[in-house]
């Protein structure tokens, strides 16, 4: 499992209501929450963001209330992975929960610009920089998640 995009790029303490704003919550279409993902901070990233992108934040990225919509947005909106200096924790085992791919890996989120073309290697951690001819090293997820993930989510995995 891989990943390659084009960079979308936030700061820190990012929080769920800025992912997905609360007056939007009144649905569980995946596809429905996608259309407002980040509008309050780039009202225009729905109509960047292409399937394979990649999400680079600061510090404490999901910061906020415990809404599983926020992880679900991303993904949905076509978002391969975050990555962040930080992650809030309820945040990080929603998006486990839901098969979101996300790594902490401060190098990468403070070299990586916004336009940047990214790869990731999830079985090692590689993030490599293709603009910047760059590479950081995350810490790959342990077995159980690289599973997790594969499925789709926990509640895929534990069907199998």
């Known amino acids: 499992m891989d990943a390659k995009g084009r ?4 700061g820190n303490n990012v929080d769920t209501d800025v992912i ?4 939007h919550l009144n649905t569980q279409d995946h596809k429905e929450l996608a259309s407002h993902c980040m ?6 990233f729905v109509n960047k963001v292409k399937e394979g992108d990649i999400m ?7 910061c906020g ?5 926020a992880p679900i947005a991303i993904k949905a909106s076509g978002i391969s992975c975050v990555i962040a200096t930080t992650f809030a924790r309820i945040f990080y085992r929603n998006s486990i929960n839901i098969g979101l791919p996300i790594l902490e890996c401060a190098e990468a989120s403070e ?3 916004a336009g940047d073309e990214v790869t990731i290697d999830f079985n090692t951690g590689i993030i490599t920089n293709v603009t910047k001819n760059e590479t950081y090293q995350a ?3 342990p077995e159980f998640i690289k599973d997790i993930m594969a499925k789709g989510g926990l509640m895929n995995s534990l069907k199998s």
């Open 20 to 23: 997905i704003p609360a007056r």
């Open 111 to 113: 070299k990586i610009q």
């Open 39 to 44: 509008e309050d901070i780039d009202k225009d």
């Open 65 to 69: 209330s415990s809404r599983e919509h």
């Open 7 to 10: 960079v979308h790029k936030y």
């Open 56 to 62: 680079v934040a600061g510090d404490n990225f999901g």
């Open 139 to 141: 810490l790959p997820f």
